[in-house]
Nanobody, 115 residues
Framework: QVQLVESGGGLVQPGGSLRLSCAAS????????MGWYRQAPGKQRELVAF???????NYLDSVKGRFTISRDNAKNTVYLQMNSLKPEDTAIYYC?????????WGQGTQVTVSS
């Protein structure tokens, strides 16, 4: 079973940038797609972006133009480049397959956008 470990979160000021990484213990190339999700306090987890095995991508409307998802199959790693961060982006960010698989949820990485 593949394990996913997220990293790269932190505290950043509005307008700043962060790059999240999701390292898989095994191959991700067999998944239809890989996604980044987030859960803000008191809210349901939501899909932020996903990338298909062929490289095509989809984004949540509120992050379009600011976030970029990418993947390196050779390194079994998925990335989320986040620019022009806003306070409403504050959440725990998780990676998982898309559609998500319950046994693949990891600890996530906290992103806090605050001045």
């Amino acid at each position: 079973q593949v394990q996913l470990v997220e990293s790269g979160g932190g505290l950043v000021q509005p307008g700043g940038s962060l790059r999240l990484s999701c390292a898989a213990s095994g191959s991700i190339s067999s998944f239809y797609a890989m996604g980044w999700y987030r859960q803000a306090p008191g809210k349901q987890r939501e899909l932020v972006a996903f990338i298909r095995s062929g490289g095509s991508t989809n984004y949540l409307d509120s992050v379009k133009g600011r976030f970029t998802i990418s993947r390196d199959n050779a390194k079994n790693t998925v990335y989320l480049q986040m620019n022009s961060l806003k306070p409403e982006d504050t959440a725990i960010y998780y990676c998982n397959a898309y559609p998500s698989l319950s046994h693949y949820w990891g600890q996530g990485t906290q992103v806090t956008v605050s001045s």
